[in-house]
């Protein structure tokens, strides 16, 4: 078990924390990266632990608590490979300025494992800003005793994207939260010695492993009438399932079905779909030789 312990940093009623222009609060940008960084590191099979999975409405929670959540749900699982990952941006001063990079932080308490991981995201997160925008800073890797980290048992480390009192950084923070997210989970995954899985908008390829939840049919319906085409198909086809259109996930098949749904609300490629409903019926009994 690799265990990825995320830390948001800060509840919706901290005090100050915006952006000089109140277009972005803190709090707001660490809790919509906390839960990408989930979705995507849960795809890399990483398991992960929120210690304040829904800040939004409350006040801030303490620093020594937040140490105390991930120090408990490490030790209940019986201490498995784990990195502690507090998510912040950053300012200075009240008023927009120069100042801006990414950096990350360790304790001097720090095990050489927090060494490690903190150098894998900075490399990974500075990457992709720099991607983004030439002009993005690399403020490296520092030494800090936030009392998360430092009251964290496990591997820990500080992540300050970028700061929102600086106009370039802002527009990254709020714009390119996704490439953030993957960013950071590539740079964990490198931590934990795993090879980065490429997720979100990519048609499903052949590298994927079979097995994980990859059938060889996906068959997508959006109404009750549409469904029970979509089972005929079922019947003629082996190792299929069939999902309504707003739980189907680009990668779930390896051919892709889709009963009554537009074209154009699916991502990725699609191997069968009718101009309406008779038309789909038509073309599925026509695929199964019927
Ligand atoms: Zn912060």
């Known amino acids: 078990m690799k265990l ?4 948001s ?31 995507i590191a849960e795809k890399q099979g990483i398991t992960v ?14 620093l020594t608590r937040r140490a105390q959540y991930a120090n408990d749900y490490w030790i209940s699982k019986g201490k498995p490979d784990a990195l502690f990952f507090s998510i912040h941006s950053n300012a200075y001063d009240s008023k927009f300025n120069a100042a801006r990079g990414t950096e990350t932080y ?14 894998d995201v900075q490399e990974e997160v500075y990457k992709v800003m720099k991607s983004i925008d030439s002009e993005a800073k690399d403020r490296g890797v520092k030494v800090a005793d936030f009392t998360v980290i430092y009251k964290a048992l496990m591997p820990s480390i500080l992540e300050e994207y ?11 923070l709020k714009n390119n939260r996704d490439e953030l997210a993957e960013a950071t989970v590539k740079g964990v995954c490198k931590y934990f010695g795993i090879t980065y899985k490429e997720v979100g908008g990519n048609p499903p390829s052949e590298s ?7 059938y060889e049919n996906c068959i997508i319906y959006k109404g009750d009438v549409d469904k029970n085409i979509a089972n005929i198909l079922g019947w003629g086809l082996k190792d299929y399932i069939i999902v309504p259109l707003q739980e189907y996930k680009v990668g779930l098949g390896k051919k892709v079905f889709v009963v009554g749904v537009a ?8 191997n069968l779909q009718g101009n309406n409903r008779w038309d789909t019926l038509n073309e599925v009994l026509e695929y199964l030789g019927k």
């Open 106 to 119: 360790y304790a001097s308490n720090a095990s050489q494992k927090s060494k490690n991981a903190a150098k």
């Open 4 to 7: 990825l312990i995320l830390d």
């Open 162 to 172: 970028g700061f929102y009192t600086n106009r370039e950084d802002l527009k990254i």
């Open 208 to 214: 994927q492993t079979p097995g994980e939840d990859v």
């Open 9 to 39: 940093g800060h509840s919706e009623y901290v005090q100050g924390k915006e952006a000089p222009d109140k277009s972005m609060k803190e709090w707001e940008f660490n809790n919509d990266m906390q839960h990408k960084i989930k979705t």
């Open 263 to 270: 074209a154009n609300e699916i991502e990725g490629d699609v």
């Open 49 to 62: 632990y929120l210690t304040n999975p829904n800040p939004s409405k409350k006040n801030e929670m303490g």
